[in-house]
């Protein structure tokens, strides 16, 4: 049986992969350090580690005890706004622990990494639905720390032969998910629809997301693993503009509640329009995200509270 590692496995898009990755016969391994994950999130199936994987020695021993033939990196730092007020942070887990465990995959001889790289890295490019061939401009060092990984990937590619499939999430959303990170604005009006309390929206709701359901994402991951995927950066994503508008009318219709929306300034820094074509995914693995947003967040909002 083939080993697999999923490190941040016991969190939110973690908890839609393992399910997967168990279905296609990998013996899967998950560490975590339940900062914001959760035990409960991780199937029985699963080996489970508590660690956290900035920790050298304590990765290496892990490493040595078992034959990891591909690595799932999830664990991560993954607020923008803890990005810019914690840099230091942000870089010792989001760069220097992942170059870390490239290190161990590369000295126990794993084939291929998968990295959970993010939108973020093309900062505000208007030229939507954006490719992978699109220039890069984080504007946080959130994006800059998960561009920074992409390219170490690629030399640890070159110099060692590491392949690796650097995933670029859109704003992914889904049950599970928790308020903090990328994309929480679903679970955020979730919680807040289930209160009945008003909406807050930052600026007209006519900017735009493109949201991707977490099974969708856990699939891309699973698809992205097999050796016909060639190294490389793909977007995982619909490609589809939703506005919050339009989002909170679909999430009104599915609870129905009548919410009050109230418009606040908009953000400083908050990007417009968001949406990034999948297609180069697509056409190499076959992939496509299936769940219609509707359905998506009917089960969001059926699975929480
Ligand atoms: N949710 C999104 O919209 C989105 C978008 C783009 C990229 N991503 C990326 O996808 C990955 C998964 O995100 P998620 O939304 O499931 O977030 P999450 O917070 O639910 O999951 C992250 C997991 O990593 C674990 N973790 C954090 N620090 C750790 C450490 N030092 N050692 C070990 N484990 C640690 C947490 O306990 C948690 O279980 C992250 O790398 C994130 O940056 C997410």
């Not at 490019?125 to 390219?151: C, D, W």
């Not at 496509?288 to 967040?297: A, C, H, N, S, Y």
């Amino acid at each position: 049986m083939k080993q697999i590692l999923v490190t941040g496995g016991a969190g939110f898009i973690g908890s839609h992969l393992t399910p997967q990755l168990l279905a296609a016969g990998w013996k899967v391994t998950v560490l975590d350090d339940l900062s914001s994950g959760n035990r409960a999130y991780v199937p029985m199936e699963a080996d489970f580690i508590e660690q956290d994987v900035r920790d050298p020695g304590a990765l290496a021993q892990v490493f040595a005890s078992n034959d990891f033939e591909a690595v799932v990196h999830f664990a991560a730092q993954t607020m923008v706004p803890v990005s810019l007020a914690k840099p230091v942070y942000d870089c010792e887990l989001n760069v220097v622990a992942t170059v870390e465990l490239l290190e161990q995959c590369r000295v126990h001889g794993v084939r291929k990494v998968v990295f959970a790289s993010s939108a973020a890295v093309y900062g505000d490019n208007q030229n939507l639905p954006l490719r992978e061939t699109e220039q890069t401009a984080p504007m946080s060092f959130y994006g800059l720390s998960k561009h920074t990984v992409e390219r170490y990937l690629e030399l640890y590619r070159q110099l060692h032969g590491l392949e690796y499939a650097a995933l670029r999430f859109a704003n992914v959303y889904g049950e599970r998910q928790g308020d903090g990170g990328e994309g929480g604005v679903v679970s955020i009006f979730t919680r807040l629809l289930r209160q009945g309390c008003s909406l807050q929206l930052f600026g007209d709701g006519k900017q735009t997301r493109d949201f991707v359901y977490a099974g969708d994402v856990a699939a891309a991951v699973a698809a992205s693993l097999a050796s016909q995927v060639p190294s490389g950066t793909y977007n995982v994503s619909t490609g589809k503009q939703t506005s919050l508008l339009e989002l909170i009318e679909t999430m009104s219709r599915i609870s129905g509640a009548k919410p009050q929306v109230v418009l606040d300034q908009p953000r400083a820094g908050d990007i417009l329009h968001s949406a990034l074509d999948s297609s180069r995914l697509q056409q190499y693995s076959g992939w496509r995200p299936q769940m219609p947003l509707e359905e998506g967040l009917r089960r969001t909002y059926g699975a929480v509270g």
